[in-house]
């Protein structure tokens, strides 16, 4: 385990992980990849056959991928955002293969559709395990935003069958440890004088709205299936949340609440509150954050 968490720390370097939240960088990133010899890049997976055309995913594969898969889930408030550039490249390097997930938005489908394509997504992911080399029983989930929604998402519903549908069943959805970036996690806890009109749970134009096909006190049960709170049992995967102070659009209290839930049925859970940090930003990629998230992977990918 300690040459593992060593790798682990060499890999996730500063500069590496910066590249989230700095798109030039993370095209040089990209780039450095791609132009490697021993990295592998599949673009535009189907991960559903004859599908949306969102519903596919990169699969990013060292010279000799036989260690761990990382699932990146992007954000883009369900409405945007894009599976390029995925942090965390620079894991090729020790033998970890990333795969980096696209999803139908709230314009193409509302929800469950998003967390049904991450399940369907992770089920693929595990059905070609022995044709790509990565170990199918050593998952992790990483998000931000509404990517951070989702990893939460898959990480307290890996034993519940509710969102598995469409192909490879016989394959499980569960992830073994999920990394949590301020995601919503209490879709009914936003509360109607909030004061940010792009999260405002009634405002029929709000991204919420959106992800429920409208407003929060029209879609009351819908907003509960969409809140990972609502999920939480004792079989929920091991969760690093990651939480600004400051951050205007998921307030503290919503990852507040996911950590309460699942540390009350015994789940390993850490709730890291970075002060005075907003919605990301380089306070997420400082060299402390990068070895906490370090000893989170390798405690979880090795036990």
Partial sequence: MKSFSVLMALCLSVAALTCFSNPACAQEEKEKAESSKSPKILRDLAYVENGHARQKLDLYLPDHPKGPLLIWIHGGGWVGGSKDNPPGLQMLKMGVAVAS??????????????????????????????????SKDRFAAWGASAGGHLVAMLGVTGQIKDFDVGANLDQSSAVQA?????????????????????????????????????????????????????WVTKDAAPTLIMQ?????????????????????????????????????????????????MTRFLSKHWTS
């Fill in 101 to 134: 997930v696209e999803y139908r938005f709230s314009q193409d489908a509302p929800f469950p559709a998003q967390i049904e394509d991450c399940k369907a997504a992770v089920r693929w992911l595990r059905a070609h395990a022995d044709d790509y080399g990565y």
């Fill in 178 to 230: 999920v990394i949590d970036w301020f995601g919503p996690a209490d879709i009914v806890g936003y509360t109607e004088n909030q004061p940010v009109p792009m999260v405002a749970p009634d405002n029929p134009d709000s991204l919420l709205a959106k992800l429920l096909g409208g407003p929060i006190s029209g879609k009351m049960e819908l907003a509960k299936r969409a809140s990972p709170v609502s």
């Fill in 244 to 292: 600004g102070t400051k951050d205007p659009l998921v307030p503290l209290s919503q990852s507040e609440r996911l950590y309460e839930k699942l540390k009350a049925v015994g789940v390993d859970v850490t709730l890291d509150v970075i002060d005075g940090a907003g919605h990301g930003g380089p306070e997420f990629t400082t060299a402390e954050k990068i070895q906490l």
